[in-house]
């Protein structure tokens, strides 16, 4: 992949341009304060292009951290833009935002768990964002994100960081919307990034349309439940849609304990325990779907191209054509990816 260095920025600089230095306030909206941070330096730090996309490497202020209270200091937030991605004539970014488990960071886990590629066979016209958590920790801390607002806040950096000459430059085509709107949004994690989704939920702002849990429900249950019920009577792109992998263990036991819970209050949740036992149609239509995964926990998000059917079963907008629905009411085939 080529690569192209962009040189760090001042504080004072930044805080000029979003207007803080001179007690402005961005006027109140969706993605605050993307309007006010278009005109803002570039936060791009990286630039990575290859054949599948342009993956950039973010230095963002609403990234999770650094935080107060918090020993991290990482402010990464990894994005891939694929390249047959083409902003929409209604300037709505759809999103998918990976949040990664322990001992790693988001750029090893876009590379280990095959982020990109499963994003890019998937044809979806999305952007994926994958935020550093805690540094190569065994704990998964939301950091900013557990504010109220943070994950707003986040996707409007994001917005407005692709935005920038510097980004729209190593774009090309692909480049997003000058003035983009919050579109489809889907959150996905891996292990222990299950808490940062599920603060993500409780008050990160704006509206998430579909979660994907990879082998990662050992707590905060009732967050996810919650979410599911609040969009109990709602269809289609309109409905709050579940797809939760799992392996064993502890795991195991909280993904059957939110199935029972949403079956009592009226959800319909279907359960994968043989791989390809669902269809591609159910993987569509379901509202909460679990699946039992017979791959190792480090694998769950790629060995199966979990990641990727979710993503083609899911609500965001895609543009090219895919033969991923022939054959869509029998049981799948399940494709098994290589390590390389």
């Known amino acids: ?51 599948l996309g342009v993956t950039m490497k973010l230095e963002l202020s609403h990234a999770p951290f650094p935080c ?24 709505e970014l759809d999103l998918v935002v990976h ?24 044809k979806q016209n999305a952007v994926l964002v994958v935020p550093q958590g805690a540094v190569n920790a065994a704990e998964s801390p939301p950091g900013k994100l557990e504010k109220r607002g943070g994950l707003r806040r986040l996707c409007g950096e994001v917005a407005a960081a692709l935005s920038s000459p510097s980004a729209r430059r190593a774009l090309g085509d692909s480049a997003i919307p000058r003035r983009a709107k919050l579109g489809v949004l889907c959150l996905s994690a891996h292990s222990g990034g299950y808490r940062v989704a599920a603060a993500c939920l409780r008050h990160g ?22 979410w599911v019920l609040a969009r109990k009577g709602k269809s289609g792109r309109d409905r709050h849609k579940l797809i939760s992998h ?20 009226g959800v319909k949740c279907l359960h994968e325990r043989r791989p390809g036992e669902l269809t591609r149609a159910q993987l569509l239509t379901g ?4 699946i039992e995964a017979p791959v190792a926990h480090g694998a769950v998000t790629f060995q199966q191209n979990a ?5 083609f079963a899911s609500c965001l907008r895609r543009q090219l054509r895919s033969g991923w629905f022939k054959k869509k009411n029998e049981p799948r085939k399940i494709d098994v990816r290589t390590s390389t």
């Open 99 to 122: 949040f990664h488990g322990h001992l790693t960071t988001a750029e090893r886990a876009m590379a280990a768990h095959k982020l990109r590629e499963q994003l890019h066979e998937s």
């Open 1 to 51: 992949m080529s690569r192209i260095a962009i040189p760090a920025l001042g504080r004072r600089a930044f805080l000029q341009a979003l207007g803080v230095a001179g007690g402005v306030v961005a006027a109140p909206g969706l993605w605050d304060p993307a309007p006010a941070m278009a005109k803002a330096p570039s936060k791009v730090r990286r630039v990575d292009a290859s054949k």
């Open 287 to 290: 509202r909460a779907i679990f």
């Open 205 to 226: 702002g704006c509206n998430v349309n579909e979660v994907y849990l990879f082998d990662a429900l050992y707590g905060e249950v009732d967050a996810f439940r919650d």
């Open 68 to 91: 107060d209270g918090s020993p991290y200091q990482d402010a990464t937030v990894m994005v891939f833009v694929p390249a047959h991605y083409r902003a929409p004539e209604n300037d």
């Open 307 to 311: 990641f990727r059917d979710c993503l």
């Open 246 to 265: 799992f392996v064993g263990g502890a795991v195991r036991r909280h993904n059957l304990e939110l199935e029972r819970a949403l079956e009592a209050r």
